[in-house]
Structures are given as C-alpha cells and as structure tokens.
C-alpha cells in the first residue's frame, strides 16, 4: 500500500489548506485513515482519523472546531480541511492508515511520506 499526500503550503495566519492522501495497492475502504503531524523538535502528534465508512471521527484538542476529516472511498482518498490556521499549526503532516481496530497511538500500517504546511502570523 503506498500513500501519497498532497495540499501543504505556505498560508497565511487565519487561512485555509485541504490537505488530501491517495492510497494505492490496497483496499482503501477496508482502512481507518489518520493525520499525523510533526513540528521542528516535537514529538509526532494526532491530528484526526476517520473510520472504515467516514461515520466516526476523532480530533486533537489543539483542531477542534477548525479541522474536519473526510473520505472519498471511490476516489481512495482522505482528506483533512484546515482553516482557520494558526502559526503553531506549522508542520510536517502525514496520512496514516490502519488496517485493523486499537488506537493510532499504537501500530500504525502505513505512512504517507509527508507534506509540509507553513503558518505565518
């Protein structure tokens, strides 16, 4: 299975990116999908993640409200739209995809290869 993220970029403070992941050579609807991102010198951090059929959803705390998960199971892809971006949302952002149940904190299958995003205030 590979996957491949797209959407990073520089944006201003306040704006907005969608970030989406295509997943290849595998079944993508058989996968809980996750973001994941990682700033300079901090640990990797949860983002969201989304279930088999797009009906469950999870947030870190520091996206609530201003980041909203999705899937499109004909298109193999998931997606994460930003908005209202703050500086310390600047990082590298990963999908991540599970191909079975337990938390995103524990085994994760399959990494994208990473997409950077740039706040400026």
């Known amino acids: 299975v590979q996957l491949q993220a797209s959407g990073g970029g520089a944006v201003q403070a306040g704006g907005s990116l969608r970030l989406s992941c295509v997943a290849s050579?595998?079944?993508?609807?058989?996968?809980?999908m996750g973001w994941f991102r990682q700033a300079p010198g901090k640990e990797r951090e949860l983002v969201a993640t989304?279930?088999?059929?797009?009906?469950?959803?999870y947030y870190g705390d520091s996206v609530k409200g201003r980041f909203t998960i999705s899937r499109d199971n004909a298109k193999n892809t998931v997606y994460l739209q930003m908005n209202s971006l703050k500086p310390e949302d600047t990082a590298v952002y990963y999908c991540?995809?599970?191909?079975?149940?337990?938390?995103?904190?524990?085994?994760?299958?399959?990494w994208g290869q990473g997409t950077l995003v740039t706040v400026s205030s």
């Open positions: 991540a995809a599970k191909t079975n149940g337990g938390s995103f904190y524990g085994v994760v299958n399959y």
């Open positions: 050579g595998g079944t993508f609807n058989s996968y809980r």
């Open positions: 989304i279930n088999w059929i797009g009906m469950s959803t």
